[in-house]
């Protein structure tokens, strides 16, 4: 029964259709709660979401969230969902000029062969034993961190406990990550490519104090115990399609084109008022779960809005007729590409570039990484394509904070894209516009994505990928159980705004569920 259709109350009303917001109510459909969803866009999947970009091509991208990491397996078996993911055998490719001649690091393929790709870049055997020995280390953390995130939130002396490695802690979670690399590593490329986990989508030197580096460094180190960056298969939208069909077969009602705009509640009982194409209306419930923003819930239900954290990426997807050549030939492009791709990041390289967006400049070489969903996964692909040779290539951008763009969004995407394109080039055996497919009307088959695109878009606070900075995995003062919890008793933080969001990981919307089954919601 649509919302619209007379005045219901539900057990649950969720507001928000993206990938937490339905883990959250095919949690508690299964459970017997009866579910209400109102996503405000005709379809679900937030930003989790598979998309047609280029008109008139047989391409579905993962237009915005493209990998997964953080999505722990027990949520796809509680489930039952038909999804799966591909590991990518490469984990990635730096290209750099040493000597005057074109080279780069392989990380993958095996041991041994990435020992030797070590050993030709650095002239030893030190670089790539201390990249065991740090790698070894995050793994540890990794798998004693990693299953907390669905069980309630540790305080930090029980994780440290946990953790059971004293250097471990201080290397992760009390000094900045900045002072780890540079001890343990001195090649400036190798340096780089460990810290570029600590960058994605968080604007931060290598010694940021508040250690928002090493928060992001986490999320990027833990995901499945293991670390690992996997595919999704058939895009991101596989999965939100996949957790859609599970929340309606165990009974729950979503409703597109709802957008709520007010709560209502006591701390017992809700109200969650909403508007349709066709008019407004509302609906009661026992528990509202929210799956937008921290500030979008401050609106909705009267209270102060935090001030928004500043997203910092460039998201460019392209789709290409042919993989480029490479100015290394020592290493085949369906390798180099099928990892992450990394341009502009050594570690110097890194810190000029924030210094620049720091004192208001674009970064005169953006830094950026690539991968290539349709190595790894071509059934985002038609057949045709597959046929033809066409790739797919994803772009992520670094140290583009939103304020850079607040002048004219459209003439510094512009600037921007060009000047990351010439980062590209630099490496490449041809030009990337010589690659590029073309759509139906014969324009080049790309587009970009600022901060400010994806809070239009999307409603990013600030076009804040995570929707506010990352938080640590245990509890701090103010915080619940669960990492959900608000200041109304009934009205749970769903989205990657919780405490252990960010990333497509479902863990805020099965913690708000298991809060609300639980009986800790009120």
């Known amino acids: 029964m649509p919302a619209h259709e007379g005045h ?14 339905l883990v959250a109510a095919a949690y508690l459909a299964r459970a017997g709660r009866s579910v209400l969803v109102l996503e405000r866009l005709d379809t679900t999947g937030g930003a989790a979401v598979s998309t047609r970009p280029f008109d008139g091509v047989d ?11 953080l999505l722990p397996d027990k949520i796809v078996r509680d489930l039952g969902l038909e999804f799966r993911v591909s590991t990518r055998t490469v984990s990635s490719y730096t290209p750099v000029e040493r000597a005057g001649r074109p080279t780069g690091l392989l990380v993958g393929g095996g041991e041994e062969r990435t020992r030797e790709a070590f050993a030709r870049l650095t002239g030893g055997e030190r670089e790539y034993a201390a990249w065991q020995r740090f790698y070894d ?9 990693f299953p907390t995130l669905t069980e309630p939130l540790p305080t930090r002396d029980e994780l440290r406990a946990r953790v059971d490695d004293e250097e471990a802690w201080r290397v992760l979670f009390e000094e900045p990550i900045g002072v780890a690399v540079e001890d343990r590593f001195a090649d400036d490329l190798v340096r780089g490519v460990v810290l570029t986990d600590a960058l994605i989508g968080t604007f931060a030197d290598a010694h940021d104090p508040t250690l928002k580096q090493n928060r992001c460094f986490l999320y990027h180190v833990i995901g499945g115990g293991t670390g690992a960056w996997d595919v999704p298969v058939g895009g991101m939208g596989a999965f939100t399609d996949a957790l859609a ?7 729950a009602v979503i409703a597109t084109g709802h957008e709520a705009v007010r709560i209502e509640t ?5 109200e969650v008022a909403y508007r349709t194409a066709d008019g407004e209306g509302t609906v009661a419930a026992r528990h509202v779960l929210v799956g937008a923003s921290p500030q979008a819930l401050a609106a909705l239900t009267g209270n102060e809005p935090p001030a928004p954290a500043e997203g910092a990426q460039l998201k460019v997807n392209m789709l290409l007729k042919r993989l480029p050549r490479l100015r290394d030939t020592s290493v085949d492009p369906r390798e180099a590409f099928s990892g992450t791709f990394h341009i502009a990041e050594g570690y110097d390289q890194l810190a000029t570039a924030h210094a620049q967006a720091a004192a208001g400049e674009l970064p005169a070489a953006p830094p950026s990484e690539i991968y290539c969903h349709s190595l790894t996964d071509p059934t985002i692909l038609g057949p045709e394509l597959v046929a033809q040779g066409y790739q797919t290539l994803t772009l992520f951008g670094l140290h583009t ?7 004219d ?11 990351t394109l010439a980062q590209l080039d630099a490496v490449l055996a041809e030009p990337i516009a010589d690659c590029l497919a073309t759509d139906a009307d014969g324009r080049p088959c790309i587009e970009a994505k600022t901060p400010l695109d994806l809070e239009r878009d999307l409603r990013l606070p600030g076009g804040n990928i995570f929707h506010r900075e990352l938080t640590w995995p245990y509890a701090q003062e103010g915080v619940g159980r669960w990492g959900v919890e608000t200041a109304h008793a009934n009205v749970l933080l769903c989205g990657a705004g919780a405490v252990r969001g960010g990333g497509v990981s479902g863990v805020p919307g099965h913690n708000a569920a298991m809060a609300v089954l639980e009986g800790a919601a009120g």
């Open 409 to 419: 969004n459209d003439a510094v995407r512009e600037e921007l894209l060009k000047s």
């Open 137 to 145: 280390m995050t793994g540890r953390v990794a798998q004693r961190v």
């Open 245 to 251: 069909a599970a929340a309606r077969e165990a009974g």
């Open 266 to 270: 006591d701390g017992r009982a809700a």
């Open 59 to 69: 391409a579905r991208l993962s237009r915005y969230s493209y990998l997964v990491s």
């Open 401 to 407: 904070p939103a304020r850079l763009f607040a002048p």
């Open 8 to 21: 219901r109350s539900y057990d649950a009303v969720i507001v928000g259709g993206g990938h937490n917001g």
